[in-house]
């Protein structure tokens, strides 16, 4: 494995693949039908917190946690606070470390973003950036370091790449297959494809789970597509009310890259 990732290309690809999870597991999640406010009932609750472990084929090279956080304020008004915390594991730490932290912040009826935080570490290069939302203007105003490096113009109802997959489990599909939603990371702004392409019953660590399987379009999302044009992305997410993601696999040139839920008591 290690003489493997000493190349250049093959690094790419595997590190690409695990450090985007928490773009797959949001950006991907662009296809949301409209919901009356009055229907929506949310399926998660401040506290829960969700473990996935990162494989790239047999072993294991990271991990991330999603959680739900206690509501906060942002500009003074209430929002909801979402994180997505990823890592690779002390043996890879010592080929390539990497370390992530994203932060969604929605407004409490979950239909736009409010703000965007990213704290990133990929080997020696460190990231601090920030997506403050100008509704008034329909602008996200990134920076980089604390400094403005772009000014993006957003759709109306555009969400973050966290917040939309939060926003994404509040849906009902009512038999819909084929779903859109503007999304931004505050350097450019697209209306993003998810395809429901059926229904499966798969078995993590002993436990099953019935499950949506779904293939995002994203030859649109700059970054890991630039080094892997023909990667394919399939997600799965439980078909109850959680509509909890369970598994996420990322079929590229030198193998796959799967993320599969932690089961938990609660879960």
């Known amino acids: 494995m290690k003489e493997i990732l000493k190349n250049r290309n093959s690094r790419l690809v595997v590190f690409a693949a695990l450090f985007s999870f928490s773009i797959f597991m949001s950006i991907s999640l662009m296809l949301l039908p409209k919901v009356k406010a009055e229907q929506k009932v949310l399926p998660f609750q401040v506290g829960e917190y969700l473990l996935f472990h990162i494989y790239w084929g047999f072993i294991k090279v990271g991990e991330t946690v999603m959680e739900v956080l206690p509501n906060t304020t942002v500009d003074?008004?209430?929002?909801?606070?979402?994180?997505?915390?990823?890592?690779?594991?002390?043996?890879?730490?010592?080929?390539?470390?990497?370390?992530?932290?994203?932060?969604?912040?929605?407004?409490?009826?979950?239909?736009?973003?409010?703000?965007?935080?990213?704290?990133?570490?990929?080997?020696?290069?460190?990231?601090?950036?920030?997506?403050?939302?100008?509704?008034k203007n329909h602008k996200a105003i990134y920076l980089d370091s604390g400094k403005l490096e772009k000014t993006t113009q957003i759709f109306p109802g555009t969400l973050?790449?966290?917040?939309?997959?939060?926003?994404?489990?509040?849906?009902?599909?009512?038999?819909?297959?084929?779903?859109?939603?503007?999304?931004?990371?505050?350097?450019?702004?697209?209306?993003?494809?998810?395809?429901?392409?059926?229904?499966?019953?798969?078995?993590?660590?002993?436990?099953?789970?019935?499950?949506?399987?779904?293939q995002p379009q994203m030859k649109d999302i700059e970054g890991f597509f630039e080094e892997n044009p023909d990667a394919q992305i399939t997600l799965w997410f439980k078909t109850d009310h959680t509509v909890m993601p369970v598994k996420i696999k990322i079929e590229v040139l030198i193998g796959s890259i799967v993320c599969r839920l932690r089961p938990t008591p609660n879960i």
């Open 160 to 214: 973050d790449p966290l917040g939309i997959l939060y926003h994404f489990r509040t849906i009902n599909y009512d038999g819909a297959t084929e779903f859109q939603r503007p999304v931004t990371d505050g350097k450019k702004c697209i209306v993003g494809r998810l395809s429901l392409v059926g229904m499966e019953r798969i078995k993590i660590d002993g436990v099953s789970y019935d499950t949506y399987v779904m």
């Open 76 to 135: 003074g008004r209430s929002a909801r606070h979402f994180r997505l915390k990823t890592r690779t594991t002390p043996l890879i730490d010592m080929i390539y470390k990497v370390r992530s932290e994203i932060e969604g912040f929605t407004n409490m009826e979950m239909t736009r973003s409010v703000l965007y935080k990213k704290k990133h570490l990929e080997g020696s290069k460190y990231r601090d950036v920030e997506v403050a939302f100008d509704w």
